[in-house]
C-alpha cells in the first residue's frame, strides 16, 4: 500500500467540492426553468438553490487558495461540520427536487 500522498489531496478535495457545487447549480437552473413562467416557488427555489451552490463553490475555492499560498491545510473542509452541512444541503436540494416533481 502506497503513503498518502499530501501534495494531491487538497486538489482531488477541491475537485469533489466543484463537483458536488456543479451538481447543485444544474438542480437549481433545473428547478428555475421549470419554475419560470408557471411556479413562483419553483423559481424561487431554484434560486435558493443556485445561490447556496455558488456560495459553497466560492468557499472552497477561498480555503484551497490559502492553502496554496500559506502552505498550511485546513482542517476546514474535512471536519465533521462541514460533512455535515454539505450532506444536509444536498437532502434540501433533494427535498426541493422531490416537490418539483410531486407538484408537476
Do not use: K
Request: glycine share 10%; hydrophobic share 50%.
Amino acid at each position: 500500500m502506497n503513503p498518502p500522498d499530501p501534495g494531491l489531496q487538497p486538489e482531488r478535495t477541491l475537485l469533489a467540492w466543484r463537483r458536488t457545487s456543479l451538481g447543485l447549480v444544474v438542480n437549481g437552473v433545473l428547478l428555475f426553468a421549470t419554475g419560470h413562467g408557471t411556479s413562483n416557488v419553483r423559481l424561487g427555489l431554484g434560486i435558493v438553490v443556485i445561490v447556496l451552490a455558488l456560495s459553497c463553490w466560492a468557499a472552497v475555492s477561498v480555503v484551497y487558495r490559502r492553502l496554496v499560498h500559506t502552505g498550511i491545510p485546513p482542517a476546514v473542509l474535512g471536519s465533521d461540520r462541514v460533512r455535515r452541512l454539505a450532506a444536509g444541503l444536498v437532502l434540501v436540494v433533494g427535498l426541493f427536487d422531490l416537490y418539483a416533481v410531486v407538484t408537476r
